[in-house]
């Protein structure tokens, strides 16, 4: 069971890039401090990677507020024109490699993402793009777009992605809607990745849509926590928008979906009382702690929760 322990950090809206929004929130531990890197948007809506730092014993205070963008958007016309969320940060050597969702405008479906490479030499302050184009992009069993990536170097040559991929779009009271699940890949470098079409956690009769999936280790068995919402009324409808899932596997790759055993729920009342989507999980001082959005997607920022080891 997870204890809640309240929310952390929103954007007081003083700093041009970072208006609104502190969105799938990432808590990368350091050597002397603990670091949460987040999405942040500008007036425009625009994307941005950025963080915060807390204090390692008491993750609930702020100590740093970071005032300046780590990655911000592409050039005009590629996969990442309109704005760069950070999903999931990897120490490899000397470097920092973030894998994040480039996103860009659609007339007919909103927008469209693909998944792309940075790198940081500076102990994570910038980063710099491994590639102008995206490691990966929609495909033949990823059609509409793919987005938000989970990755685990287990080896050398043996790395592992689970990652959003949105299969169609249904205009429902008006309003494109995606669908999407989670599918698997795999690599010999980090960048070059297979992939089969392997669906890790999918649709169901409610399930239209799965948030950032958050794989981790814990002894023999692999667990996946992500969130789940349904494709209608989510965005108002607390009985069909976001909540936290959970699935197990034993290899990585057959998943069998527990959401029962999640063991957080939505709040009464308050900033997380509406939603809880686009979870992260890194182990602390004996324990596993959960960062985690709330209302509006990031909107209302993100906070944190706490389970025994």
């Not at 958050?214 to 909540?243: C, E, H, I, P, W």
């Not at 182990?283 to 906070?303: L, P």
Request: negative net charge; hydrophobic residues 35%.
């Amino acid at each position: 069971m997870w204890t809640k322990q309240g929310l952390i950090y929103k954007p007081d809206g003083s700093m041009p890039f970072s208006q609104t929004h502190a969105q799938v929130p990432f808590g990368f531990p350091m050597n002397d401090r603990f670091r949460v890197y987040f999405s942040t948007r500008d007036k425009d809506v625009q994307s941005a990677t950025s963080f915060v730092e807390l204090d390692p014993n008491d993750l609930s205070k702020v100590v740093y507020v970071h005032d300046k963008p780590c990655l911000t958007k592409g050039a005009v016309g590629m996969f990442d024109e309109t704005g760069a969320m950070p999903s999931w940060f990897l120490p490899v050597g000397d470097e920092i490699w973030l894998y994040y969702t480039g996103w860009n405008r659609s007339e007919t479906a909103a927008y469209r993402l693909g998944i792309g490479l940075a790198i940081s030499r500076d102990g994570g302050l910038t980063f710099e793009r491994k590639f102008t184009g995206p490691l990966l992009d929609r495909y033949i069993f990823d059609q509409v777009w793919v987005a938000q990536p989970c990755v685990i170097r287990e080896r050398d040559d043996y790395w592992r992605m689970w990652y959003l991929s949105c299969t169609k779009i249904e205009v429902i009271n008006g309003q494109p809607e995606p669908f999407y699940d989670v599918k698997y890949a795999e690599s010999k470098d980090g960048i070059h990745w297979e992939r089969t079409g392997h669906v890790c956690v999918g649709y169901d009769e409610f399930t239209d849509a799965i948030g950032r999936p958050t794989v981790y280790k814990d002894g023999d068995l692999y667990k996946m926590y992500f969130s789940y919402r349904n494709a209608t009324n989510y965005r108002t409808d607390v009985q069909r928008s976001y909540r936290i899932g959970y699935a197990e596997s034993t290899d990585g790759i057959t998943w069998e979906r527990k959401d029962e055993k999640a063991g957080i729920e939505r709040s009464a009342d308050g900033w997380d009382s509406l939603m809880m989507d686009y979870c992260h999980i890194v182990q602390h001082q004996n324990q596993w702690v959960m960062f985690y959005n709330g209302n509006g997607f990031g909107a209302s920022g993100f906070g944190w929760a706490t389970a025994e080891v």
